[in-house]
């Protein structure tokens, strides 16, 4: 494929202001032309996350970070509190179910 050539010619295209939101809202933060190229070559769209998950996604890093270095130290024979382990396992359940979940340790 020319994939790796020089592309020296452009192609401009107008858009409603309709379409225009349609394609940012499918481009996520790639760019238009990028964008627009990609889905011509048959190249599947970025996966967009919607907003309403982003949060969520937030919280779960952080208890995953949690319960991982928990593993780190484990691995490492160190000494591990197992009251410490329940309360981030119970805390971490407790977000994932949406109940919260307390940062008490």
Same mark, same amino acid.
């Given at each position: 494929? &020319?994939?790796?050539? %020089?592309?020296?010619?452009?192609? +401009? @295209?107008? =858009? +409603?202001?309709? &379409?225009?939101?349609? %394609?940012?809202?499918?481009?996520?933060?790639?760019?238009?032309?990028?964008?627009?190229?990609?889905?011509?070559?048959?190249?599947? &769209?970025? =996966? #967009?996350?919607? /907003? @309403?998950? =982003?949060? +969520?996604?937030?919280? $779960?890093?952080?208890?995953? /970070?949690?319960?991982? #270095?928990?593993?780190?130290? !484990?691995? /490492?024979?160190?000494? @591990?509190?197992? &009251?410490?382990?329940? $309360?981030? =396992?119970?805390?971490?359940? !407790?977000?994932?179910?949406?109940?919260?979940?307390?940062?008490?340790?």
């Amino acid at each position: 494929m &020319e994939e790796k050539k %020089l592309r020296t010619h452009c192609v +401009s @295209v107008r =858009l +409603s202001p309709t &379409e225009l939101t349609e %394609l940012d809202r499918r481009r996520g933060k790639i760019r238009r032309g990028t964008f627009l190229r990609n889905v011509f070559l048959g190249r599947k &769209e970025p =996966l #967009q996350i919607p /907003a @309403v998950n =982003l949060d +969520s996604f937030r919280t $779960s890093a952080r208890w995953a /970070a949690n319960l991982n #270095q928990i593993a780190r130290a !484990l691995n /490492a024979g160190l000494d @591990v509190d197992i &009251e410490e382990v329940r $309360s981030t =396992l119970r805390n971490f359940r !407790l977000a994932l179910l949406g109940g919260g979940g307390d940062d008490e340790k």
